[in-house]
């Protein structure tokens, strides 16, 4: 029996994906790396440590900026636009006032910092909407390693096995059913790898009833 829903945030709750990008991109020319969108949108649902890393390393010649500098000026830059441009996924509040209506827990766990996270759901008006609200940075690796997960359904002491995630990206996905849970895949573009989810959907307009059912097995 399904006892909690978790949810991801960025991508699939506020469309920040394209503020993530435009922080990357902005910030990474400072230290002379030029970047498209597509290439930043490789590397979604990653840490942002972890991308800063994987670019110094995809990037020999980078030592005009640190990466802890690095990794603060785009939080920084993402919490700013954030507040200025966040805006909601289609159906992403209604989502989560569904899941809680069908009597389970409501948790988030995502790969943003804390301080991007409060910035999100303040910006959606969804602060007081889950009970665990589980960031990967306190984590010894972000998605898609599954630790953010677990830690997010020990924190609501239920099995991992008892939940259901709502994803967009492919790592968070593939973090998900790691930690042996059931879920709910909306990604933005067709991939037949999102095939792994129990159920896939075009929208969160789409989580209904029959969705739900099929979601929670």
Partial sequence: MIEAAIFDLDGLLIDSEPLWRRAEIEVFARAGLVLTDAECAQTTGL??????????????????????????????????????????KEGAREAVAYVASKGVRVALASSSALRVIDAALERLGLQSSFEVVRSAEVEPYGKP????????AGAL?????????????????????????????????????????????????????????????
């Fill in 47 to 88: 840490r942002i440590d972890e991308v800063v890393r994987l670019r110094r390393a995809q990037h020999r010649g980078w030592h005009t900026l640190g990466e802890a500098d690095a990794v603060e000026a785009i939080h920084a830059r993402v919490v700013a636009l954030m507040r200025e441009a966040g805006a909601a």
């Fill in 145 to 152: 390693h599954p630790g953010v997960y677990l830690a997010t």
């Fill in 157 to 217: 002491g239920v099995a991992p096995t008892a939940c259901v995630a709502i994803e967009d990206s492919l790592n968070g996905l593939v973090a998900a059913k790691a930690a042996r849970m059931r879920c709910v895949a909306v990604p933005e573009h067709d991939d037949g790898r999102f095939a792994l989810a129990d159920v896939t959907l075009a929208s969160l307009r789409q989580l209904d009833d029959a969705a739900w059912r099929r979601a929670t097995g």
